[in-house]
């Protein structure tokens, strides 16, 4: 069954120290990853996606087929990066399965 | 464009009541998206629609849950009756063929059914 795994709820983090956030994920094939950002106050909002190879605000994430992880980093939180994270996949069938989600919390 | 489109944003309802959320997408995107988001089970997709079809509606808790979308540019979410557990953010969200990744999404309708 396909599936995305967040196993923390809630990560708290200084400001200045490096954000690992984790996915890990069980698909029968090659899977398209996603990660959604949602602020405070505001929508949930694509961050970024594993086909770009993106660097988006300081964030980067990484497909490890053989870990079947697409763990969320960061070298260097910032107070704006407090948001509730998603890892999600995209399936053959046009939607996406989203994980139950990470709290980040940057401490000052 | 003012993005997705979601009213209302706050609801409060008694149980028993029937509750409809609405949700105008962007336009020219062809796939529309309802979830619902609870601290417990995070974000749960109840329904979508392609070119204004259900294509899979498996995520639908229960026959109380209804979902519709006449037009291109309309779709709305019905719960009769609703229940205490029914409270919880509902989220609609829309995209393009061809972007199965880039989800837009409304801000949401916060509800809560006493």
């Known amino acids: 069954a396909q599936r995305v795994t967040q196993p923390e709820k809630l990560l708290s983090v200084f400001k200045g120290a490096p954000v690992e956030l984790k996915c890990n994920y069980s698909?029968?094939?090659?899977?398209?990853l996603f990660w959604y950002v949602q602020y405070s106050r505001q929508r949930l909002q694509l961050l970024l996606r594993?086909?770009s190879r993106e660097s988006i605000k300081g964030f980067t994430a990484d497909l490890n087929k053989g870990e079947t992880s697409f763990h969320l980093k960061k070298p260097f939180a910032q107070e704006e990066d407090s948001a509730m994270y998603y890892c999600?996949?995209?399936?053959?069938?046009?939607?996406?399965?989203f994980g139950k989600g990470t709290r980040l919390h940057i401490l000052p | 464009d003012a993005g997705v489109i979601q009213s209302p944003r706050h609801e409060v309802t008694e149980m028993g009541q029937e509750v409809t959320l609405r949700c105008k997408p962007i336009?020219?995107?062809?796939?529309l998206f309802w979830y619902r988001q609870t601290m417990m089970r995070g974000l749960e997709l109840l329904i979508y629609?392609?070119?204004?079809?259900?294509?899979?509606d498996s995520g639908m808790p229960e026959d109380r849950f209804s979902a519709k979308m006449p037009n291109a540019s309309f779709s709305t979410l019905k719960i009769q009756p609703s229940e205490p557990r029914d409270s919880a953010v509902y989220f609609c969200?829309?995209?393009?063929?061809?972007?199965?990744?880039?989800?837009?999404f409304g801000p949401g309708t916060r509800l809560t059914v006493l």
């Open positions: 969200a829309s995209r393009v063929t061809g972007g199965p990744g880039t989800q837009y």
């Open positions: 698909y029968s094939g090659s899977p398209e």
């Open positions: 594993h086909i």
């Open positions: 999600a996949l995209s399936d053959r069938d046009d939607k996406i399965i």
């Open positions: 336009s020219g995107h062809d796939y």
């Open positions: 629609f392609n070119n204004n079809v259900p294509i899979d």
